[in-house]
């Protein structure tokens, strides 16, 4: 439970690590998007590490990075294909980004600094951890980013609109920044000064 | 020796498990993804070409599609790009025979243009104005058009509405072709230099001749025969070929078509066409050739 914790909160792969911060600035840009793309991440995360920390003591050193790439990228393939074929819109809006899990830093950085050293257990508690953790902060950055950029919240594509928090005259001039690369950095700084606020406090 | 082959033998072991593991999502996720993408081409499609029953037929991979209903062809469904403000614009649209709009498209998911701006162009706001409009009504109020383009994102929708008229200079004079009977192509193919005059239905005038097209049913169908004709003699006939539908047997039937036969018309008139040899062993497909000029003639009325 401590790994769990540890790894959703005060090691938090966005807020504390600064991890994976791209595909954060790209994809939350809508909760729906957000979403979908944290649980791919929490499932990659988790397999990856089950199976980096399962094979550790095979894994020759030397041969570690090659051997992490191949799983990793299995999972991501997997999926892909999944996405492609039964979540559509969604896939489309990912984009490039799913593919690129591959070399995201958080999973690669957990299959290296954890799985690798760790049991079964702890990692998946690990990955688990981490992977909620990526999810629930980008997910709030992109509610944040979509309420105010575009006046809704969780509108998927070609399907549910939306929840219209403001009225028709604010989804006409939305606050336009926020859904660009800029609102991405103030709100990510926004929620990183937010935690270590908390922190601190915490630690008083 | 032993740190090279017990890397190598965990390496192999991986990449075959992950191989394995692949193969099986890749097989058990392929037909839904297939199926997804034909389904939303066929939507889009539709979308652009909003009629009961019709069918696509693709021409050019990706880029055409000509409408039919019925084996009549209604129009053409065509995908054209253009430069925007931050990428590429595509759009889709649907064109009937007169070359009116009927409905134009933009999909969202390759549009790159700025959100709040230059997305709207896939707005149906915007999109709506350009059904109804021929090719040079589609330009922006502002350079003489009929479309008002949206506030602050002129670029885009400059290039939404130079994307749709240029794709239909490209691809409306091909609605032609692609009604055209195998006939009416290969006559062009056989004059491709004079202008073909239609005097009626399957006659044309083509400088000093006279061109007749005539069908008649031979062995395996309908065979269909083109007959020119200068000074009331047939100068040259053609007869279909096997990809123009000609399905005679091979070795008897098929010999209609060989230069042996064919040139035992040359020089004739069509009313004398009767007393040429048949082919012995195809009889009722050398009848079915000579019955369909003579026929034909019949129908032009043995005119100039």
């Not at chain 2, 075959?16 to 199926?35: D, H, M, Q, R």
């Amino acid at each position: 439970m401590k790994t769990f914790i540890n790894a959703l909160l005060d090691n938090n792969p966005v807020l504390v690590m600064a991890l994976g911060l791209c595909s954060v600035l790209a994809v939350s840009t809508s909760a729906y998007n957000a979403l979908g793309m944290g649980l791919a991440v929490i499932f990659i995360l988790t397999f990856s590490n089950i199976i980096i920390s399962s094979i550790r003591k095979v894994t020759p050193t030397n041969l570690r990075i090659p051997i992490f790439i191949i799983v990793i990228s299995t999972f991501v393939t997997i999926v892909d294909y999944v996405m492609k074929g039964y979540f559509p819109a969604l896939s489309k809006n990912l984009g490039v980004f799913v593919p690129l899990i591959v070399v995201n830093c958080i999973v690669f950085g957990k299959a290296e600094g954890y799985a690798s050293k760790n049991t079964v257990i702890d990692s998946i508690l690990d990955g688990l951890g981490s992977g909620l953790g990526y999810t629930l902060v980008m997910f709030f950055i992109a509610s944040v980013r979509e309420i105010l950029g575009q006046g809704t919240w969780m509108s998927i594509p070609g399907g549910f609109p939306g929840f219209k928090v403001f009225g028709e005259g604010f989804m006409n001039y939305p606050v336009l920044m926020m859904i660009l690369p800029p609102g991405g950095f103030l709100t990510i700084a926004f929620f990183m000064g937010l935690l270590k606020f908390y922190q601190m406090r915490r630690g008083k | 020796m032993k740190d090279f082959i017990k890397p190598t033998f965990v390496l192999v072991i991986v990449g075959i498990v992950s191989a394995g593991l692949l193969s099986f999502v890749y097989n058990k996720t392929l037909p839904e993804i297939e199926k997804r993408a034909k389904e939303s081409l066929n939507e889009s499609l539709s979308l652009v070409f909003p009629v009961e029953g019709v069918e696509f037929e693709n021409v050019i991979p990706d880029t055409l599609w000509v409408a039919k209903k019925d084996g009549n062809v209604l129009g053409i469904v065509f995908v054209n790009i253009s430069k925007g403000y931050s990428g590429i614009i595509k759009v889709v649209v649907g064109l009937d025979r007169e070359g009116k709009i009927l409905k134009v498209f933009v999909p969202k998911d390759v549009l790159t243009e700025t959100p709040g701006l230059g997305m709207k162009v896939a707005e149906e706001s915007f999109l709506k104005q350009f059904s109804g409009l021929k090719k040079e009504e589609v330009y922006l109020k502002k350079d003489g058009g009929k479309i008002d383009g949206i506030t602050a994102a002129t670029i885009s929708s400059r290039a939404t509405t130079n994307a749709v008229r240029n794709g239909i200079e490209k691809y409306f004079s091909k609605i032609e072709e692609l009604s055209m009977k195998w006939y009416e192509k290969r006559i062009k193919e056989l004059f491709p230099e004079d202008s073909i005059e239609m005097l009626k239905e399957n006659v044309w005038r083509i400088k000093d001749r006279i061109v007749y097209y005539s069908e008649e049913e031979g062995y395996g169908g309908k065979i269909g025969v083109i007959v020119v004709l200068k000074d009331k003699k047939i100068e040259k006939i053609y007869i279909q070929s096997p990809e123009e539908g000609f399905d005679e047997t091979e070795g008897f039937g098929s010999k209609v078509r060989e230069e042996e036969f064919i040139s035992k018309f040359i020089g004739k008139r069509p009313e004398d066409v009767k007393k040429i040899d048949g082919i012995t062993g195809a009889t009722i497909s050398s009848n079915a050739v000579k019955n369909a000029i003579i026929n034909g003639y019949k129908m032009i009325g043995g005119e100039k």
